[in-house]
């Protein structure tokens, strides 16, 4: 059995309109994503992300500073690379905030 030591509650994604920029240049990171809590979001991404990298999450009605805290190549696919983010800000709800952009109750 596993055991969850997670703090926060996942709801999967399986895909979401938003935009990914690094916060240093505005380029744009393609991604897919997995799935998002109240204060993280996992992503695969085709390139490696280094740790401690700002992104910006553009979401219709706002935009989300997140930091890459892990990033890892999939076991079965070394082409892919999963990682993992987390607001910067500890007043986001980002869980909710996507709940609103995709118009989830």
Known sequence: ???????YNRMDLEDISAKLYRASD???????????????????VSSPLAVN???LLGLEVSE????VRWCKAKEDDPAV?????????P???????????LDID
């Open 1 to 7: 059995m596993v055991i969850e030591k997670r703090k």
């Open 26 to 44: 505005g380029v744009e990171v393609d991604f897919c994503p997995i799935n998002v809590s109240e204060k993280g979001f996992s992503i695969f």
């Open 53 to 55: 990298t700002e992104l």
């Open 64 to 67: 989300v500073r997140l930091v």
């Open 81 to 89: 690379f999963r990682c993992g983010l987390e607001t910067t800000n």
């Open 91 to 101: 007043e986001d709800h980002l869980d909710e905030m996507i709940k609103h952009e």
